[in-house]
């Protein structure tokens, strides 16, 4: 029951992963689908880390990708 549980969080981690690869065409190497990976789920991880301080209502990825950008 505790194993259905976990993957049942990770399943919902991950759908915005699937949402997005549903719409997509495919991948003509795996370079290209491992870097498209690791930009949503960098997308989403910032997201849920907003969210966690709910400091403002209104999220945009652009935004936050300027703000790193600007660190480094």
């Known amino acids: 029951?505790?194993?259905k549980h976990r993957n049942n969080?990770?399943?919902q981690d991950h759908r915005h992963v699937k949402r997005r690869f549903a719409?997509?065409?495919g991948f003509q190497s795996i370079r290209h689908a491992s870097r498209t990976i690791k930009g949503i789920e960098t997308i989403q991880?910032?997201?849920?880390?907003?969210?966690?301080?709910?400091l403002?209502?209104?999220f945009s990825a652009y935004n936050e990708l300027q703000k790193l950008v600007a660190v480094a």
Do not use: G, N, P
């Open 56 to 58: 403002d209502s209104v």
């Open 45 to 54: 991880a910032i997201y849920k880390q907003r969210r966690s301080l709910e």
């Open 23 to 25: 719409k997509s065409s």
């Open 1 to 3: 029951c505790i194993i």
């Open 9 to 11: 969080l990770i399943e």
